[in-house]
């Protein structure tokens, strides 16, 4: 499988959202859309009514405290979800209904999660996501040890996609490629910098 290049995308409200899809309309294909409520994070972010153009595909990463319920209010565009195992009690449940609504389902853990509690889920999901930063803002601090997480995942389960989202510009995007990640999620690198299309470039000849 190719490395796949997404930019994560953070907006307070539908103009911040339209200025950042239209900065990389035609540069990227891929977007995550991080939804949070202020409670799980303490940033606020697509907590209203979201409209989707036609030029992306879309996965919503749901920083929330209460994730089947934002389930059923995504829209229909978004093909896949994200889920916190530390957003709900009862991890199943919300997979669970993830497939009823069609999506697919990766399931994502904070830094100081051990891997291991997410290893029941393993066979019932489409991937993982390894938060490489705190979550909840752009420009976050790596954390390199998270990265032996993709080599713990891969040995139980080697076709198993794992992406990885937090500080990642080329020199960190290298160290996950080369740990065995098959998606790098980038925020602040790709949607501050002044050229979107270099910053985009650099990652994919970083990962290469």
Do not use: C
């Not at 139980?156 to 790098?184: H, K, S």
């Amino acid at each position: 499988m190719t490395l796949v290049i997404v930019a994560s995308v953070i907006a307070r409200n539908s103009i911040d959202l339209g200025k950042i899809l239209g900065k990389l309309k035609g540069h990227i294909k891929e977007i995550q859309l991080d939804f949070m409520d202020g409670i799980f994070v303490k940033t606020h972010s697509l907590d209203f009514d979201v409209i989707l153009p036609d030029d992306f595909n879309y996965e919503a990463h749901l920083m929330v405290v209460n994730p089947k319920k934002w389930l059923n209010a995504l829209p229909e565009k978004i093909k896949k979800v994200i889920i916190h195992f530390e957003s709900h009690e009862n991890v199943d449940e919300v997979i669970n209904e993830a497939r009823l609504l069609g999506k697919k389902v990766f399931i994502a853990i904070n830094p100081n999660t051990p891997i291991e509690s997410i290893y029941p889920y393993l066979m019932k999901i489409d991937g993982v996501l390894i938060m490489s930063v705190e979550p909840g803002q752009y420009g976050a601090k790596f954390i390199p040890e998270t990265l032996k997480k993709i080599h713990n995942i891969k040995k139980i389960r080697n076709n198993l996609l794992v992406e990885i989202d937090g500080g990642m510009n080329p020199i960190t995007a290298r160290q996950a490629y080369l740990a065995g990640a098959d998606i790098i999620t980038s925020g602040s690198f790709i949607i501050n910098n002044v050229n979107v299309a270099k910053a985009i470039n650099d990652l994919e000849t970083a990962t290469s």
